[in-house]
């Protein structure tokens, strides 16, 4: 069981819809993230919210449009996505403290795999 | 140079024999490490956070070298279910959490 929900686990588009990915979490956790993983890749890290402002934004293309409308829910919007973008989404989150650094681990979603054609 | 780098593997690895890697990082700022484990078509889950004067849980012990910039995973004991891809993780200021490339591990009978 996982304590960070991912709508939906699977998702089919093509290039000139407009959908949304979906991420919930009751942990109390004040950092959300967004991370894209391709086959056989690492996750790549997309953007950061810390309590529900944008703090990171890995130069990701506009095509992709986060959302953080609570502390528990975080929205990925995507719009005429492309081919390559096919992956699988993870949504994380991870207690926000004061400082620097936070030393705890991220929680992970199940995923959303996405599949553009 | 890569922030956090790992070599890929495979590692083949006999059931009950002991295996150990690394994963490199080039920032020397890096406060936090942690190890994550992924099967296939699955997310990462937590294996342990990596401590300064290093820690262990069950069969897993994990170290932190700070003067030569690298964490260490040591699997004692190997079962099937080991098998998987593990992936350090390196915490930046800001909120930033890096992965590295991962390590793959199959435990073989």
């Known amino acids: 069981d996982t304590e960070v929900t991912q709508t939906p686990k699977h998702l089919v588009m093509g290039m000139t819809n407009k959908k949304s990915l979906k991420c919930e979490q009751h942990?109390?956790?004040?950092?959300m993230y967004w991370y894209k993983q391709k086959a056989k890749k690492p996750p790549e890290l997309m953007f950061v919210?810390?309590?529900?402002?944008?703090?990171i934004n890995e130069s990701v293309p506009s095509r992709f449009s986060p959302e953080c409308p609570n502390s528990s829910l975080l929205n990925l919007h995507l719009h005429a996505l492309q081919p390559e973008d096919s992956a699988l989404y993870l949504c994380?989150?991870?207690?926000?403290?004061?400082?620097?650094?936070?030393?705890?681990?991220?929680?992970f979603g199940n995923g959303t795999r996405l599949t553009v054609t | 140079r890569k922030e956090v780098e790992q070599d890929p593997g495979p590692f083949n690895v006999p059931e009950g024999a002991t295996v150990a890697f690394n994963c490199t990082y080039s920032?020397?700022?890096?406060?936090?490490f942690f190890w994550y484990r992924q099967d296939c078509r699955k997310e990462p889950k937590l294996l342990m956070s990596?401590?300064?004067s290093g820690n262990e849980d069950g069969r897993f012990t994990a170290q932190l070298n700070r003067a030569s910039q690298y964490i260490s995973l040591l699997i004692r004991d190997s079962k099937l279910s080991d098998s998987a891809t593990y992936l350090c993780?390196?915490?930046?200021?800001?909120?930033?959490?890096?992965f590295g490339g991962g390590t793959r591990v199959l435990v073989k009978p």
């Open positions: 994380a989150s991870r207690p926000q403290v004061q400082g620097a650094y936070s030393g705890s681990p991220l929680h």
């Open positions: 942990m109390g956790h004040r950092a």
């Open positions: 919210y810390s309590y529900e402002k944008l703090s």
């Open positions: 920032n020397s700022a890096s406060q936090s």
């Open positions: 990596v401590y300064s």
């Open positions: 993780v390196r915490e930046a200021a800001g909120n930033k959490l890096t």
